[in-house]
Structures are given as C-alpha cells and as structure tokens.
C-alpha cells in the first residue's frame, strides 16, 4: 500500500533558477527590469554551482523533479519560492532593506514554475497546480501530485508597507498557501533565529547583527495583517522568539477585533521541530502550545544540524535519523497532547547540505513513510499528510470568506 506524503516545504522551483529544465532561463523580458537579465544569466551559474555543493550531492545535484516525488509518494508539494538575490544581492546587503523590484521577480518566477507544471512535455507524473479549494478533491485518495506555490522570505513583497496589501491579495488570488516571513538574513522584515550550518548563536549574531527591540517592522506587521485577511497562512520558521511572539500577540488582536476563531487561521512552522539542543531557530515548547492552539502544523526539517542538534552530532544513516524523528514526534506529541500538529518539512533543495542519514532526494521519503506507518499505524497518515492538508484546506476557506466580503480584521 502506498503511504502518501505532504511536504509543507520542499524547493521544486530552485531548479529553474538554475535552467535545469533544459531550457534557457530567463528567455522572455522580465516586466519592468530588463536591465537584470545578464544577473539572472550569472545566478543561474551560481545556484548550479551551489547545489553540487550545498545539496546531497550522492546521485545528482537535485533532490526534487517530479519523477522523485512520484516514486516517494509524495502527493501533496508546497512548492517554495525563492528568488536569492532578493536577500543575497548587492543591492540588499547596501541598503539592508528589500530591494522595489523583489515584488517582480517573484511574479516572474512563479510565471516560470506555473509554466514548467503546464508544460505538455511534463505531463507525466499526472500533477496539478493548485490555486482554490475546489483542486484538492480527491486529494489524498489518487495519485496526483498536487503543488501549492509558497514563499519564502517576506522581502519578496518589496519596500514599501503601504503596497504590501494589495500584494498579499495577489498572492492570494494567485494560490499561495504561505509566506515564511523571515529567513537567512535581516531585511526589515522579521527578525530572524540563526541557520547557517557550522554558525552557533553566538557566532552568527556576533557578524549578523539585528536589533533587540525588534520583532516585527512595520513591513512585517503590514504583511501580516494582510495574510491574516485574504487567507495565506505565516510561516514562523526562521523568526527570532520575540519575532514569533510580536506575530501572534498580534494575530490575538485580530481575531478579537474580528470575533474570529483561533483555530480558524493556523499557524505553520514548515520546517522545524523542537529545540533539543541550543540553537533558537527550533521550536520551544512555548511556541510549540501557541501553534497548536492556533489548530497549525510543526513540519519537521531534514538538515542535519537542525533536527539532530542536542540528539547527536553524526548525520549517521537512516536509523538514526529514524530515532531522531520519533524523539521529535513524541515530544510534540508529549506537549501538545495530539498528533495533530506534526507534518514533514522536509527543505529538500533547499541548500541544507549534510542532510539527515538515509535521505537522499524526495523518492528516498517512501522510506520514511513505511516507518512511520509501523511505528505509529492510528496517527501516521495524519502526519505525514492530513495534518498539512488541513492546514491548506483552513487557509482558502478563509479567503473565500473574505472574497465574499464577510467579517474580517
């Protein structure tokens, strides 16, 4: 019997930044920046050059095609937009804050991955890209592999706050299902926990310097705001603690203006897991409760560093990595008292090189599945799949809401 999976963050698109689809990337004029195409042309030199290094680097320099997640089950892809230089550019570490532009590139990427998923030369796998409530019918039931776009990092949504709205409305009408607020760096956005692997705390703050008193900026709480009101969900993975806690004291105040169920907007960390060891971008047990409160979803990662730190310091092979899951899942269990608030979030392609023992692209998480199956047979499909599906399903059922003009913040 296959065991279908969700992934709530798994890195289809980075291939395409590279041109790996076979295609020249970048072919059509980018709207309003055409100046950019020869740094488009010099980034997909670069992210080809990082994923030999940066991803598994065993069999292939890609862990995600559509072949791998058939042949793993998995049926259910939140497809993670990343465009690098919105955060990694020369331009960004200037000023420090996001670049005009960001909001365009990440248009012109998602055209890109919309483009590749239609495209008649990709038909099999059967797969759909899913913008509304009406395509997960059948889901979890078949064999297609459904793709919900998400983002990653809020400075895709540009500088200016007061555009971030009708930005996020966008997004919304356009299917993202999440956006992940903060990321690597600060970009006057959220605050963020440090993820560098080989960087502990101390050395990643002593040479990436935030400030204290912030959590969330202005652009931070507009962005929130907003995907509060049209239904895209917020990814806490990366935020600093006071970062995730400015996020939902605020949305505490939003359901109280709006005399709005909790549960009714879910709270995801996509890909994370409780904080064994010492490094703060896992979960607390604190935050862990207010993520279950909100009725959301912990996916646990698959970088080494991550999801072993305090457990053990040897990515090991897929025993170890099975002990390790299963201690993060008793855990969230032990303090959530449910099952309910567990998924996978599995980063794969998405540069976290070593990788956990025995995952070795996304066919390589069937593996997982059977395991899971047989440790825990009553709750193991809502881990690996109907935990992340419920989560999706609340999202859109809210921005219907608000699409009809019901009562929101």
């Not at 059967?126 to 809020?154: M, N, P, Y």
């Not at 310097?209 to 912030?214: L, S, T």
Request: hydrophobic share 40%.
């Amino acid at each position: 019997m296959e065991h279908q999976i969700a992934d709530l963050h798994c890195h289809y698109p980075m291939h395409l930044l590279a041109g790996e689809d076979g295609k020249d990337p970048f072919v059509k004029p980018l709207r309003k920046i055409p100046k950019r195409r020869l740094w488009h042309k010099i980034r997909a030199i670069l992210v080809r050059w990082a994923a030999k290094r940066l991803n598994s680097g065993k069999k292939k320099d890609w862990l995600v095609d559509l072949d791998e997640l058939d042949r793993g089950g998995v049926r259910l892809v939140f497809s993670v937009l990343y465009v690098p230089e919105t955060e990694l550019g020369f331009e960004e570490w200037l000023s420090g804050r996001p670049a005009e532009h960001s909001f365009c590139e990440l248009l012109d990427h998602m055209d890109e991955v919309e483009a590749d998923l239609t495209d008649p030369g990709n038909a099999t796998p059967e797969h759909l890209l899913v913008t509304e409530s009406s395509q997960l019918a059948g889901a979890g039931k078949d064999r297609r592999i459904r793709f919900v776009h998400c983002i990653e990092g809020g400075a895709h949504l540009g500088r200016g706050a007061a555009e971030i709205d009708g930005r996020v409305r966008e997004l919304a009408r356009r299917g993202v299902g999440y956006i992940t607020l903060a990321h690597l760096f600060w970009r006057h956005v959220a605050t963020n926990a440090p993820a560098l692997p080989g960087l502990s705390d101390r050395q990643y703050d002593s040479v990436f310097c935030q400030p204290d008193e912030v959590g969330l900026s202005a652009r931070g709480e507009a962005a929130v705001r907003a995907m509060y009101r049209y239904g895209v969900l917020i990814d806490i993975s990366h935020m600093r603690q006071r970062a995730i806690d400015e996020t939902f004291a605020l949305l505490a105040e939003l359901d109280e203006q709006g005399g709005n169920d909790p549960g009714a907007y879910p709270v995801l960390a996509t890909h994370a897991g409780y904080r064994f060891g010492d490094l703060s971008y896992m979960l607390s047990a604190d935050t862990v409760r207010a993520i279950a409160s909100r009725n959301g979803v912990v996916g646990l990662i698959m970088a080494h560093h991550l999801l072993n730190d305090g457990l053990h310091d040897d990515p090991g092979d897929f025993e170890t990595t099975m002990r390790s899951v299963r201690l993060h899942v008793g855990k969230l269990h032990e303090i959530t008292d449910s099952y309910e608030h567990i998924g996978l979030g599995t980063d794969l392609d998405g540069f976290i090189k070593p990788m956990v023992g025995g995952i070795e692209g996304a066919s390589t998480l069937k593996r997982l599945a059977d395991r899971l199956h047989a440790a825990y047979p009553r709750h193991a499909e809502a881990i690996l799949y109907g935990n992340a599906l419920r989560a999706l399903k609340a999202a859109y059922a809210r921005r219907a809401e608000a699409g009809q003009g019901t009562r929101d913040a």
